[in-house]
């Protein structure tokens, strides 16, 4: 079993409505929960980054984080054609990083 | 100012060369990292380093050597290239290894 499971999509959503992207894990240590956009051929850029259970809210982005059941989300409220990208979680325990396969996802104009 | 850096963006080369991958930043972090991301996307990591010290060696053949000539930089080199070897290169840097990382532009690879 991987460490980190995320369904690569694709996802292909209109314009401003609401966009759910998960990830379930296996290790219980995992204690940092981080999610990364990536536009093509590009690096990977810091989105959310929450520490242990519990949600975070940043603009149009809220990412939960649900210990007991091992799984992660990021919301995308009112998605613009702009948030066409591929979204990884990134989840860490001590110096151990392990990143989901990443959800590609559309937003059509 | 760019965080975390890399050269070459392209690099296109033949089976059995050698070459190296370049990777700098000036966020004042003391660890770096260098991952694999594969034809699917999967990003895996290869290397980190602390304070000039090995800290991570996933189970990457040893034709990849990183080396760190200081705290700014971690440069890859890889011996008798294969086409397996084909992918793109992130380099990414955080403060502590527990941390959030920030990642470079990413060097795309073709062995030929």
């Known amino acids: 079993q991987k460490e980190v499971e995320q369904d690569p999509g694709p996802l292909s959503v209109p314009e401003g409505a609401i966009v759910s992207l998960n990830c379930t894990y296996s290790?219980?240590?995992?204690?940092?929960f981080m999610w990364y956009r990536q536009y093509s051929r590009k690096g990977p850029e810091l989105l959310m980054y929450?520490?242990?259970?519990g949600n975070k809210e940043d603009g149009r982005f809220t990412a939960q984080v649900d210990k007991s059941s091992k799984y992660i989300s990021l919301f995308i409220r009112d998605s613009q054609p702009s948030d066409s990208a591929t979204y990884l979680c990134?989840?860490?325990?001590?110096?151990?990083?392990?990143f989901g396969t990443g959800t590609s996802l559309t937003v059509i104009p | 100012d760019t965080a975390v850096s890399q050269t070459p963006k392209y690099l296109v080369t033949q089976m059995g060369n050698d070459k190296s991958i370049k990777c700098e930043q000036n966020?004042?972090?003391?660890?770096m990292y260098w991952y694999k991301q594969d034809s699917k996307k999967f990003l895996k990591i290869m290397f980190s380093?602390?304070?000039?010290?090995?800290?991570i060696n996933e189970t990457v053949p040893n034709r990849f050597s990183p080396k760190s000539p200081d705290k700014a930089h971690l440069n890859l080199h890889i011996n008798s290239l294969e086409l397996g070897d084909s992918a793109v290169y992130f380099c990414?840097?955080?403060?502590?290894?527990?941390?959030?990382?920030?990642f470079g532009p990413g060097t795309r690879l073709t062995v030929l």
């Open positions: 990414a840097s955080s403060q502590g290894d527990r941390d959030t990382q920030y």
């Open positions: 290790n219980s240590a995992f204690q940092y």
């Open positions: 929450t520490y242990s259970s």
């Open positions: 990134a989840m860490s325990a001590g110096n151990q990083f392990y």
């Open positions: 966020l004042g972090h003391d660890t």
């Open positions: 380093y602390n304070n000039k010290e090995l800290i």
